[in-house]
Structure formats: structure tokens, C-alpha cells
């Protein structure tokens, strides 16, 4: 399947806290894909669109995230949990090369087979 994103997009299954800005609630999640500009989460609790959050999430031992600011854009209900996107366009340039980085090692590593 050919992405036409500006950023690639990986399967990633990882645990994600986020914070909503504006009450302080705490929401446990499940990353299911990630790229250098956004993610995507299962959770049970709803998160309405444009609602600021604070993500953290760890990728890898060494590619950890924490108080990433960031912007719901679309939340779906599915089977009782609901699939939230999120943008992070507060990333610094670093912070997208790594997680970019990540994304083109993992595609490599599905496309041979060696995960």
C-alpha cells in the first residue's frame, strides 16, 4: 500500500499517557501507529477533537517521549473503545528526525521479515 502523508507511518503497540491540558485528567492508552507528526491511540475513554493533551509514550529503551504537547484531531468509537488521532506539531526538529528515523528502521525491518 503506497502512504501518501508527508511522514510514514508505522504499527506500534506501546503504551501512551496522556494528560489533557486543560483538567489534568490522565488517560491510559495504547499506541497502535505513530509517525514524525502524529499518532494514533486506542483508549476507552472518549477525547473530543481539538482537545490540547501532553503525550508521553516510549518507542524503544533509548526513544522515550515525555510531556510531548499536542492536539486531538479525530476521535472514532469502535467495539467499545475509541481510536483518537493526535497531531504533535510541537515537536522539535530532533524530535521528528528521531521518531522518522524510528519509522524507516521499522518499515526495513517488516519488509525483510526480521519482525
Do not use: W
Not at 32 to 45: E, H, K, N, P, W
Not at 76 to 92: C, K, P, Q, V
Amino acid at each position: 500500500m503506497v502512504q501518501r502523508r508527508k511522514y510514514l507511518r508505522v504499527k506500534k503497540i506501546c503504551p501512551v499517557e496522556i494528560v489533557e491540558i486543560a483538567t489534568g485528567r490522565k488517560i491510559d492508552s495504547d499506541l497502535i501507529d505513530v509517525s514524525a507528526s502524529g499518532l494514533a491511540v486506542l483508549c476507552s475513554s472518549v477525547i473530543e477533537a481539538g482537545t490540547e493533551v501532553e503525550l508521553g509514550f516510549k518507542l524503544s529503551p533509548l526513544l522515550i517521549f515525555e510531556k510531548i504537547r499536542a492536539k486531538t484531531v479525530r476521535t472514532d468509537h469502535s467495539s467499545g473503545n475509541f481510536r483518537i488521532s493526535i497531531a504533535m506539531s510541537e515537536l522539535t526538529s530532533e524530535q521528528k528526525n528521531l521518531i522518522d528515523k524510528f519509522v524507516t528502521d521499522r518499515r526495513r525491518q517488516e519488509r525483510t521479515g526480521l519482525l
